[in-house]
């Protein structure tokens, strides 16, 4: 029996810890697997106990890139417990905080992690010199998502702004102007961006897995809607009843949960690529004529399309964020974004938002003075990784077929792991 190992240990240009293990017998790929060597954090732990308006701060510590977006989960997990209502304008700025990691995570991901692949360098630098205005472009746009995440949250990561019920400041009218004026600069750059990655040659393939993402009618959301889709089984669901219709699984090779929809046993991905194929429609007219230039339009299910996805989400943020500061700019939302008024009692809730990389949920149950009684946090990677290890075994498989080297396996292997953007992590979180 002819047996090939493929090991890759740590792999390298993602965010964590992970390896990869492949052995193909005779031709056939018998074992894939996607390890995730991380030790436990134990945030979920950490909480109990602590009173709710700690527990924001520390679960912005799960990730630095997504950091606003676990804060801003918290608080809407707090307010569905506490029955608190926020204002629009409240709203529209946690949007913006959401899309400030956004910028901050894809500019990373694309033009760090995964752009090195596909021209022939094993890191970002040799484009220093070799491309300057795409390095110097990724840079800024990096450097944008920092600084809209430091004027609306209070600094680049783990925001202190952002509380229950509202905000403890934010910008005045003249540097909402500015920001919406720097987004606006950077838009070209990003409409380049959306050509360049989607010039890329990868892999056709298709995923057998679903798609699950954030909807709600008639908008793109990131961080206001509480209706979650998978998108082939085509069922909404409230992210009130995550834990019914998401069941979470371990697996010895992996010290992160798996996860699959419960009503189908399907493994599936959430990332830009899902929320491009669940909302399409109503990308900004900029983003989307680009998207369709590029080639993306769903039905997509290439997991390789998930780097298009996101350099198209790059200029529908900097298109939605430089709107929404001239509205806040102009007062145009209605109330304040002080903290609502509200009574701590006892309660449990789900806060669901669309981080860069995909769907996030915590529950969180609270006794009558606000103290945690328990917590989970179900996280994209975690929820990523069954699904990823399926496709990685489809594109091992069709590398075999076709007659590749091991080495060239190898390589398209990491290049789809990449290309899912994975927080391992976060993945144990």
Excluded at 170 to 185: S, T, W
Excluded at 361 to 366: I, Y
Excluded at 371 to 384: C, E, F, G, M, Y
């Amino acid at each position: 029996m002819a047996v090939t190992k493929i090991n890759v240990d740590h792999v390298a240009r993602i965010e964590g810890h992970g390896d990869i293990r492949l052995v193909i017998e005779d031709g056939v790929v018998t074992r894939c697997e996607m390890a995730v060597v991380e030790s436990a954090r134990l945030f979920e732990a950490m909480v109990v106990g602590r009173p709710f308006d700690e527990v924001p701060y520390i679960a912005s510590r799960i990730c630095g890139i997504c950091s606003s977006s676990h804060v801003v989960t918290d608080l809407l997990a707090i307010e569905h417990a506490f029955g608190v209502e926020v204002s629009d304008r409240t709203r529209a700025l946690r949007e913006l905080l959401v899309y400030g990691s956004y910028l901050q995570n894809h500019a990373t991901h694309l033009f760090v992690f995964a752009t090195p692949d596909f021209l022939g360098h094993k890191s970002v630098f040799p484009l220093a010199s070799e491309n300057r205005p795409l390095y110097d472009g990724a840079l800024a746009l990096k450097a944008l998502g920092n600084e809209l995440c430091t004027k609306v949250g209070g600094r680049s990561v783990h925001p202190i702004c952002a509380v229950v019920g509202g905000f403890t400041s934010e910008p005045n009218r003249e540097e909402y102007l500015r920001l919406a004026e720097k987004m606006e600069a950077a838009m070209d750059f990003a409409e380049e961006a959306v050509d360049l990655i989607a010039s890329f040659e990868v892999m056709e393939m298709a995923t057998e897995g679903d798609m699950l993402a954030m909807v709600a009618p008639g908008r793109y959301p990131v961080c206001d809607s509480d209706t979650a889709l998978f998108v082939r089984a085509d069922y909404e669901f409230s992210a009130q009843d995550a834990e019914k219709e998401i069941e979470e699984y371990p697996i010895g090779h992996s010290a992160a949960f798996l996860a699959r929809a419960a009503r189908t046993e399907r493994p599936y991905m959430t990332a830009a690529l899902a929320r491009i194929n669940a909302s399409w429609a109503n990308l900004g007219k900029r983003a989307r004529y680009a998207s369709a230039r590029a080639g993306l339009r769903p039905p997509v299910y290439n997991p390789f399309s998930n780097n298009v996805a996101q350099a198209v989400e790059i200029l529908d943020a900097l298109d939605r964020c430089a709107a929404l500061c001239r509205r806040l700019a102009a007062d145009e939302f209605e109330g304040g974004s002080a903290p609502v008024g509200f009574e701590p009692k006892a309660g449990s809730g789900v806060g669901f938002t669309e981080a860069p990389r995909g769907a996030l949920f915590h529950r969180l149950t609270l006794d009558a003075k606000g103290r945690v009684k328990s917590a989970d946090i179900l996280t994209p990677t975690a929820q990523n990784i069954a699904n990823m290890e399926a496709d990685m075994a489809e594109v091992a498989q069709a590398f075999v077929d076709a007659g590749r080297s091991p080495e060239a396996i190898k390589l398209e292997v990491e290049k789809l792991v990449r290309a899912y953007d994975p927080c391992l992590s976060c993945s144990v979180h």
